[in-house]
């Protein structure tokens, strides 16, 4: 079973420009998830998809970042300016419709952006 | 809402020595999970333990649901260990996680 996949591995860009992520979760799994992790921390949710429904962005800073799951397979998460304090790794996770109910999460490789 | 914490923040320690690592949380849940953060940045799961023990080659797990806590065990370390240990307890449909305990193996 293929794993979560996501690109890019590694972004540099300079503050206020736009970025892009893209992720492909597990096939079959109904639930997509996007973390943000800060260097020393421990991920933080930034929205939830259930199908192409969001479930939950309330820590999603949507002045400047937007997601969209368009036909509820793969998710892309934009950021729109960047900011320096931006920097960090972005991850995907998915889990199946059951799994989630128990909050079993599997994730991807990560996408480290760095905003200088 | 749910506290997690983990002990020790950090850990180093010689190729071949055991450890445990352990994370407390501070109410009821309906999952636990270990992941080892590699240097890469990569999150494995390591184990799903709600409550129990269980055993993956040199890694166990034991989640002690009516006291809060579980314990991870790494018997016979070796270098490709090191990296971040993050518990992770499930509450309304999310994870929160603790602050990670930081294994360093030297050879």
């Known amino acids: 079973e293929a794993g979560v996949a996501q690109s890019p591995r590694y972004k540099i860009i300079e503050k206020r420009q736009s970025v892009a992520f893209w992720c492909n979760p597990i096939?079959?799994?109904?639930?997509l998830y996007w973390y943000q992790q800060i260097l020393g921390q421990g991920p933080k949710l930034l929205i939830q998809f259930q199908n192409n429904g969001v479930v939950d962005d309330s820590q999603l800073p949507k002045d400047r970042f937007s997601a969209e799951r368009l036909k509820g397979v793969d998710s892309t998460l934009k950021i729109q300016p960047a900011k320096l304090e931006d920097s960090a790794v972005y991850l995907c996770?998915?889990?199946?419709?059951?799994?989630?109910?128990?909050?079993?999460?599997?994730f991807g490789p990560g996408t480290r952006l760095t905003v200088l | 809402g749910i506290q997690v914490e983990q002990s020790p923040p950090d850990l180093i320690l010689q190729e071949g020595a055991n450890s445990t690592l352990r994370c407390n949380f501070s109410?009821?849940?309906?999952?636990l999970q270990w992941f080892h953060q590699n240097p890469w940045g990569q999150l494995i799961n390591l184990f799903y333990i709600p409550s129990g023990t269980k055993q993956n080659g040199r890694l166990s797990a034991t989640t002690v649901a009516t006291e809060r806590y579980s314990l991870l065990y790494i018997s016979s370390s070796q270098t490709t260990d090191s990296g971040v240990y993050f518990c992770?307890?499930?509450?309304?449909?999310?994870?929160?996680w603790g602050a990670g305990t930081k294994l360093i193996i030297k050879p």
């Open positions: 996770a998915s889990s199946s419709r059951l799994a989630a109910l128990y909050n079993e999460q599997f």
């Open positions: 992770a307890v499930g509450s309304n449909y999310q994870l929160i």
């Open positions: 096939s079959g799994h109904a639930t």
């Open positions: 109410d009821s849940v309906n999952n």
